[in-house]
């Protein structure tokens, strides 16, 4: 069956470091993959959306790498601040219906 | 602009009670997504609507079932409820629906408890 896996429940790491946050799948060749952020008890925000053909998209601290032989997503923040500090979910849609599947998320905590 | 916005905020049931929860989408936008998200999880996803048409449906029971009126605005219904529907329900609008393209919009949730 398919399967989203975001690499860990939390990542603590202090400010000014880069964040890497992982995201695999698998038994699916996904057209496209997005990234959203979640803060609690709040609604996920959209951040990024990456291509298959595109190996790399970037937003201002924000950087996202798409590999699809190895099937994984890595999503980095660089110059990592507290107010980063949220629950970061990736997103594909599996069944090429427009239907977003989501991973578990990492919870991600930027200590200052 | 108003956001996409959610009704209600917070919502207790009893097992095999009814819930209806409403969402009205961002001005402009035809196609409505509900999701379930239980603690600890990602968003689930559960109906997808387009002018007023169910466009998709994931793997949920029959228990659950949706619906768009002309003003594009949804509701979700869920019948005989269990303790495991306890969750936050999110609703995500976006212009015609295209996950590959358009960008979806969550609401802020309706957050239901099952006693």
């Known amino acids: 069956s398919q399967k989203i896996e975001q690499n860990s429940e939390a990542l603590n790491i202090q400010e000014g470091k880069t964040a890497t946050l992982t995201c695999n799948y698998t038994?699916?060749?996904?057209?496209?993959l997005q990234w959203y952020r979640q803060d609690p008890g709040r609604g996920p925000v959209f951040l990024l959306l990456?291509?298959?053909?595109?190996k790399e998209k970037r937003k201002e601290r924000l950087k996202v790498t798409f590999d699809t032989t190895l099937k994984q997503s890595l999503f980095h923040i660089t110059a990592s601040q507290p107010a980063d500090s949220a629950t970061y979910l990736c997103?594909?849609?599996?069944?090429?219906?427009?239907?977003?599947?989501f991973g578990t998320g990492t919870r991600l905590t930027v200590i200052p | 602009d108003a956001g996409v916005t959610q009704s209600p905020t917070h919502l207790i049931k009893t097992r095999g009670q009814h819930v209806t929860l409403r969402c009205s989408p961002i001005?402009?936008?035809?196609?409505v997504s509900w999701y379930q998200q239980v603690l600890g999880q990602g968003p689930q996803f559960i109906f997808q609507?387009?002018?007023?048409?169910?466009?998709g449906r994931g793997n949920f029971p029959d228990r659950f079932s949706a619906r768009q009126f002309p003003n594009y605005s949804s509701e979700l219904n869920v019948n005989a409820l269990l303790l495991g529907d306890s969750a936050l329900y999110l609703c995500?609008?976006?212009?015609?629906?295209?996950?590959?393209?358009?960008?979806?919009?969550f609401g802020p949730g309706t957050r239901l408890t099952v006693l």
């Open positions: 997103a594909l849609d599996l069944t090429g219906a427009n239907n977003l599947f």
């Open positions: 609507y387009y002018e007023k048409e169910e466009r």
């Open positions: 038994n699916y060749s996904p057209a496209y």
């Open positions: 995500a609008s976006s212009i015609a629906g295209q996950t590959y393209t358009d960008t979806q919009y």
């Open positions: 990456i291509r298959e053909n595109e």
């Open positions: 001005s402009g936008h035809k196609s």
